[in-house]
């Protein structure tokens, strides 16, 4: 039970940490207002990932709901960043409604994705939300792998 407890309390602390992060290397900051904007737009998918982002904590169903708009957009105009971030906050939301499975799948891809594009953050952000998921699932040593 403590290192469940200790992984959950070092995912608090990394996500405290992740805004410094996510404005160093151009991760999409929470949109000034509640628009979006209309048509398929890196922009638009952007904005539909930050608002994933900083839904989750409070509505992780109103996070899917962008995640999943973001994918479909980045996807049907091929923006590998856009799908990067959308399929993280969608394992993300999936590992906090515990459907375990469905989280890998989502983060799995995310990970593959990170890795294709050579983007570390990303890379780190997956692997730290694959070790709770990991942990949760009683998976101690896989956690750390």
């Not at 959950?8 to 207002?33: K, N, Y």
């Not at 996807?75 to 969608?90: F, I, N, Q, T, W």
């Amino acid at each position: 039970m403590r290192t469940v407890y200790l992984a959950v309390f070092r995912m608090s602390i990394h996500l405290d940490r992740c805004a410094e992060f996510m404005v160093r290397f151009g991760v999409p900051q929470q949109p000034e207002t509640g628009e979006i904007e209309v048509g398929a737009t890196e922009a638009a998918v952007d904005d539909l990932n930050a608002k994933a982002w900083h839904a989750m904590s409070e509505n992780p169903d109103q996070a899917l709901a962008y995640a999943s708009e973001a994918l479909a957009m980045s996807e049907s105009m091929d923006y590998a960043r856009g799908r990067l971030y959308a399929l993280g906050y969608k394992g993300y939301g999936h590992y906090l409604h515990s459907d375990f499975e469905s989280a890998t799948d989502y983060l799995m891809q995310a990970l593959s994705l990170a890795e294709e594009m050579n983007d570390p953050f990303g890379e780190g952000l997956v692997f730290g939300c694959l070790a709770n998921v990991q942990t949760s699932l009683g998976n101690f040593d896989q956690a750390f792998d």
